[in-house]
């Protein structure tokens, strides 16, 4: 059964950082391409950045540039996301989703859906 | 960078349809996937592509697209299927993505 277990929450002062992880159990890292989303209290999803496998690359939210890391320990199966600088904005509940993505019967890119998703990591930022 | 539009709440009567929009320019090169979320919970992928479901979800969840609106409907509703829902695209203009405001389903 394809899983992906988050670490437990956080509590941090602001301007420190905090690494969420992310274990996929069932599958491997290098088949999935791993996104993180967001919510803070009361508030809707917000996709943070990912692995993008059309690029080959991991993209950012631009709001996120220079403050998020996202990266991978394939010898572990574990995704982590890395956010610095914190504030209190920045209270929320974080998601690890894996993405799978569908192509075309000529191999051109046509839909993608986040089909998998963690349980959450709360993040709590205050002094 | 592009934004999806949708209704803040709808209600359903029980067993009634209902059908939850989502607009945004990005819908008229991408597919909508959409999610969803009830308290305390983790999103859960409902629709997908042209009109997907994935295993599990019943078949009275169904999707569509026209022009720059996508459209999630729940036909013959039940008290399970009150939740939050959020649509989800690709940004036309990068390779991001970008999440629906959200709409509250009550089923009355």
């Known amino acids: 059964q394809v899983q992906l277990v988050q670490s437990g929450a956080e509590v941090k002062k602001p301007g420190a950082s905090v690494k969420v992880s992310c274990k996929v159990s069932?599958?491997?890292?290098?088949?999935?391409?791993m996104h993180w989303v967001r919510q803070a209290p009361g508030k809707g999803l917000e996709w943070m950045g990912g692995?993008?496998?059309?690029?080959?690359?991991?993209i950012y939210a631009q709001k996120f540039q220079g403050r998020v890391t996202m990266t991978e320990d394939t010898s572990t199966d574990t995704a982590y996301m890395e956010l610095s600088s914190l504030r209190s904005e920045d209270t929320a509940v974080y998601y690890c989703?894996?993405?799978?993505?569908?192509?075309?019967?000529?191999?051109?890119?046509?839909?993608?859906?986040?089909?998998?998703w963690g349980q959450g990591t709360m993040v709590t930022v205050s002094s | 960078s592009s934004e999806l539009t949708q209704d803040p709440a709808v209600s359903v009567a029980l067993g009634q349809t209902v059908r939850i929009t989502c607009q945004g320019d990005?819908?008229?090169?991408?597919?909508a996937s959409w999610y969803q979320q009830k308290p305390g919970q983790a999103p859960v992928l409902v629709i997908y592509?042209?009109?997907n479901r994935p295993s599990g979800i019943p078949d009275r969840f169904s999707g569509s697209s026209s022009g720059n609106t996508a459209s999630l409907t729940i036909t013959g509703a039940q008290a399970e299927d009150e939740a939050d829902y959020y649509c989800?695209?690709?940004?036309?203009?990068?390779?991001?993505?970008?999440f629906g405001t959200g709409t509250k389903v009550t089923v009355l």
């Open positions: 989703g894996s993405a799978t993505y569908y192509y075309d019967s000529s191999g051109y890119y046509s839909h993608d859906a986040f089909d998998i």
């Open positions: 069932g599958y491997t890292l290098t088949e999935v391409s």
């Open positions: 692995f993008d496998p059309e690029d080959g690359e991991t």
């Open positions: 990005s819908l008229r090169s991408y597919y």
């Open positions: 592509g042209k009109n």
């Open positions: 989800n695209s690709r940004d036309s203009s990068s390779n991001h993505y970008v």
